[in-house]
Structures are given as structure tokens and as C-alpha cells.
């Protein structure tokens, strides 16, 4: 018998997430049916509720309901709790809805497993303080960086994302228009929102050197204006978001079905797409 799993989203028609599990699956020999499913605001609950009660087996959950998953939940996991936010939904034995957040996960399994990219003593700059940032910074202050500074154009909510995380790391905070960072950034994370309008979050071109790494959580067929611009100073490695969506999809079949899938070849795939 196929195990059931969705994704709810809206809009949803785009996503690459049924071809991701259907690989993963196939690795097992698992059969599995993973559907596309727009919801809406109003029916969000109503459609999670229905989908578990209809024999779903997990279902993932993509803008704009992570926070609504979250609020759903009657489990968090801790990176869930921190995110305040939730990709990754099941009932748990006793048919309690548990949330998990697996972006934060998929990338640092991209950074270092796929990029080679060690997080530990390294200086970290996240650009944004958005949900983005919000789900990322757990799994990446759990990685033992030298040091993390988050540079948000709203200098504030740069300074409230870090208080929410002041009993894990001590934060840095910055605003992009003065960026300002214990020392020289060794990895600079684009988790803004600009991509999607083709902005630049940030313009200090001083911040790059051939050894910095700039990732962008955002991608695209091309290369985004964020990995355009740290390339043109000098950048290496400049990476999209395309391995994070691998990794953080590969992390929430293993917490559906406890099996740890190979990503390398999807990787590769993507990559020369
Ligand atoms: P998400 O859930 O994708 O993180 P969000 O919570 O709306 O979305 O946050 C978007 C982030 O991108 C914010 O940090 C926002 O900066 P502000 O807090 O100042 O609004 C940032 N952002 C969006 N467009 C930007 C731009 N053109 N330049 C710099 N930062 C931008």
C-alpha cells in the first residue's frame, strides 16, 4: 500500500517537491503518492485536519502557511519551536499533530555535505530578519561558528531576532547599510527577500574576497542578482538555494519514514539544469 503525503501551498503548481520524494522514495522501493495541494488562509486548518483524517501520512507546507502550520501544532520540535514556523507536519501514535522545520537543516546539509562549506569558527553574515532567518539561525548557531551577525535593512527587527536567540548565541546585529561584523565574513547568507524583485540587500563589495562563500536562499534558472554581484567582487563559490530545497526535503522523508535518502545525484541534477 503507497503511503500518502502532500504539500500545501499557495501558489503550489511550481514545485519541484513530488519529483524530490518520488527519487527519495524510489531508493526504497517505497511506494508513495506525493500531491501538489493550494490552500487558502480561510481553509488552511480545515485542509490539514482533512488530509490526515483522509489516511495522510505527512505533508509539507510552503509559503504562505508555515506560520499557520506552527500555530496548528500540538508538538513542536525544538527547531519548530525557534523557527516559529513549520514545513514539515504528521501525527505522532498517539495522533497528535507534530510540526518540524527542516529548512534550517537543509541548509547546513548543503553547505556541508554538498559545498564542503565547515560552519564551525567560520564568521557568519545572514543578510535579512525575516522568517527566513529565523528558521535558519538555530541549525546554524548548533554548528559552532565564530561568530553570527544578522544585517537587516530594519535595523529593529535585526535586534529582536537576536534577543529571541540570546539564550543560545550571542547575535550580532547590523543594519545593511553599515555592515558591521566582529571580523571579516567567511560566509555571507542572502536570506532576504530581494531575489524575488531582483534587488541587491546589500552594496559593500569590501565584505568579499576569493575566500568568501555567498549563498542566496533564493534560485532561479539564473544565477540571482545577490550571486551575480558577489561573483563580479571577487566571490568563488556563489551558491543558490537549489541544494537547500534537495536537502530540506531529504530531511523531511527521513522524519516521515526514518530513511536517510542519497541526494547526491538530485544535486548534480539540479545544478547542471
Ligand atoms: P521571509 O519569510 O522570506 O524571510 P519576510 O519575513 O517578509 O520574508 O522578510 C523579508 C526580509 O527581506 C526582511 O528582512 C526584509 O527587510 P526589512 O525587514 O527591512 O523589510 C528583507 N528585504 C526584502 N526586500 C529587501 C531589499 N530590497 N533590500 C534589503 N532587504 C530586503
Redesign the pocket.
Known sequence: MSQNFALFGNPVSHSKSPYLHQNFAQQFDLAIDYRKLLSTPENFKADVRDFFSTGGDGCNVT?PFKEDAFALCDILSPMAARARAVNTLYLNAEKKLCGHNTDGIGLVNDLLNNHKTDIANRHVLI????????GILGPVIAHNPASVTVA???YA?AQQLAAEFADLFQVHTCS?STIDTPDKPDIIIN????SL?A????TDALLITDCTVCYDLAYANEPTAFMQWASSHGCAKSLDGKGMLIEQAAAAFTTWTKLTPTTAPLILEFASA
Request: charged share 15%.
Open positions: 509559503v543578510i535579512g530578519a525575516g522568517g527566513a532567518t529565523r537587516n535593512r530594519t527587527k545593511t536570506a532576504t527577500s530581494a524583485s534587488e541587491l540587500p546589500v
